[in-house]
């Protein structure tokens, strides 16, 4: 239930994670991808119920340990799922340190490197796997 929630409700009960507003602009039915226009660009993630349709308000849950710090080098052409943000909040948590970051009107919780460099404004580049990506009915 923790990896794979269906609902909005379950997926803040069961610890945190970052909910993005959006609209389901594009729906694989035979993969379960699907494509949300959201504040801070298209997301590609999963529908787990599979019964979304297109134009469905929505909100795309991402939990913090599933953002990751990408280097430009590693990014490529096509940045699915590549977020350019603006790191507000750091605290070291021993193995990992817990940051916020600011994309635009959006907010993120994230979980970066202990080595990462802390420097509140600095731009950070994350990237989420489309597997991390679930696609839920907004209520």
């Known amino acids: 239930m923790y990896r794979y929630p269906r609902h909005v409700f379950t997926a803040q009960f069961l610890g945190t994670t970052n909910l993005i507003a959006g609209t389901l602009a594009d729906v694989d039915a035979t993969s379960g991808r699907v494509g949300v226009t959201t ?12 019964t979304l349709a297109a134009g469905a308000k929505v909100r795309v849950s991402i939990r913090p340990e599933d953002l990751s710090a990408q280097v430009a080098a590693d990014i490529g052409a096509a940045p699915v799922n590549t977020f350019e943000c603006t790191l507000t909040f750091a605290i070291f948590a021993g193995v990992a340190v817990e940051a916020e970051l600011r ?7 994230c979980l970066l490197n202990r080595e990462a460099d802390l420097t509140p404004g600095r731009t950070i580049t994350v990237r989420a796997k489309a597997d991390a990506c679930l696609v839920l009915p907004e209520e």
């Open 39 to 50: 504040p801070v660009g298209v997301i590609i993630g999963t529908d787990p119920s599979r």
């Open 103 to 109: 994309c635009g009107e959006v907010k993120l919780q």
